[in-house]
């Protein structure tokens, strides 16, 4: 992907993709209905976009249209569809912007 260094790993849902950089951000493109591109919008975007304010990422994994992080500081951040609580954070509320999970 032309102007996307430093990945170290990559999560693809159903029709998105999201990368973790060595400096512990992550971008995401692609499909962005339910949020799972963790920008605040549901904006589908060609281009990998900062998911902002989510730092120090050091696990990244995506389900079909959802997309969560662990931090180095061992908590659990997740983003997207939630339509069965598959999010973790107690609601059935698409979330679009990373959203700690509590009790993990």
Known sequence: MP???GVIELAAGGYHTCARLE?????CW??????QLGDGTTTRRANP???PGLTGVVELTAGAQHTC????????RCWGLNDQGQLGD????NRSSPTLIPDL
């Open 23 to 27: 400096d512990g951000s992550v971008r």
């Open 49 to 51: 976009t900062l998911v």
């Open 30 to 35: 692609g499909y962005n209905t339910d949020g």
């Open 90 to 93: 107690g609601t059935m509320t």
């Open 69 to 76: 992080a662990r931090l180095g500081d061992g908590f659990i």
């Open 3 to 5: 102007g996307l260094t």
